[in-house]
């Protein structure tokens, strides 16, 4: 059946989506939902993309946000804020006029009644916007992780406290001797804290369930033993697993290391080792990411990469990544919250430099 995408939306339907004139899906979910569930059509569907086409019921900044990322080039509203109007007209002038926008709507306000405009308003990133708004929508593959009142005897870990929320990413920032090593083994469990306490998902670390935790240790230390690509990828993994070739593959794929197949983890640079054990995390799908000085001994090249990676995942699977640096091109990354160890039992204190 064939349909203008401004005609009236059907009854308890909040989203028709178009190719063309013709329907290829629809929702009557709220808020952002039915732009979720979206999202989720697209990763199956095979049909033709070509000339996108929306009508929703109300568009703000954060509907915008959304659509443009999918590919919806002409949008229409029943209600639609100055905001979202503002951020097309943003996007075009990006662009350079080159494959415009276009948003149309019945009536236009100055913001729609909802708490997510007041917090997308001062966002330009869309990258910050849209983890923003999945972690809004807890459609994260991340877990909470608290520490409280924290000490142990190694290190210098005195009273320390902090909270990253499901999907967060957390810098532990501090200078060798810090404890900053010593607090990952205490969040995995390998060590026990003298006092205080530590829930990751609402559990102690050695109530949680196996392969929760994707461990990445130092380039340096990253031996395996003389293991292939795809063995070490394969740690991740439960030992009878179906269609292991093809999850070891898509993980490789998923950090653009596929080249790698075939090769013994031990003759790879310190990047590329990098590159296979965040494959080896994704593939286990790691709730939480734990990373103990991820660019040390790296050349800029490879620095660079793993910044990418990290960057890539917080927009993507999105899980709770905490870790450990002193190094300044990894404390400069935007929306992470950075975590202040000092050593000679000087106070720590945590930093806020997220979306929220």
Known sequence: M????????????????????TLIFSNGGKWLMPLFALEDFFKTYDGATDDLRAHDTAVGKAA????????IKKIHADIASVLAKEYIDELNAFRGGHDPIELSYDTCVRRLLCATEDHLE?????????????????LVQGVDVRAQNLCSPYGFIKNISFYVSAGGRLI???????????LLKLLMGISLPESGTILIDNVPPSKLSK????????AAENSEYGLSVEEVVSLGLPPF?????????????????????GRSFLSLSGGEKQKVSFARCLAQNA?????????AALDAESRSCVIEILHSLSVSEIPTIILVTHDDSLLRMRGWDVFHMKS????????GDSDG
Request: hydrophobic content about 30%; proline content about 4%.
């Open 211 to 218: 392969r929760t935790i994707g461990y990445i240790p130092q």
């Open 122 to 138: 001062t966002m330009h990133d869309s990258d910050e916007m849209y983890t923003h708004l999945r972690r809004r929508a807890k």
């Open 241 to 261: 697993v179906k269609e292991k070739k093809a999850r070891i593959r898509k993980a490789l794929s998923r950090v653009d290391a596929q080249h790698l197949t």
């Open 64 to 71: 915008c946000v959304l659509m443009s990322r999918m590919g």
């Open 172 to 182: 532990v920032a501090g200078e060798n001797g810090a404890g900053k090593t010593t």
């Open 344 to 351: 000679c039992g000087a106070e720590s204190g945590l930093k």
């Open 2 to 21: 064939t349909f203008s995408y401004r005609s009236p939306l059907p009854e308890y339907t909040t989203l028709c989506v178009y190719n063309g004139d």
């Open 287 to 295: 709730k939480l990411l734990l990373l103990d000085e991820p660019t």
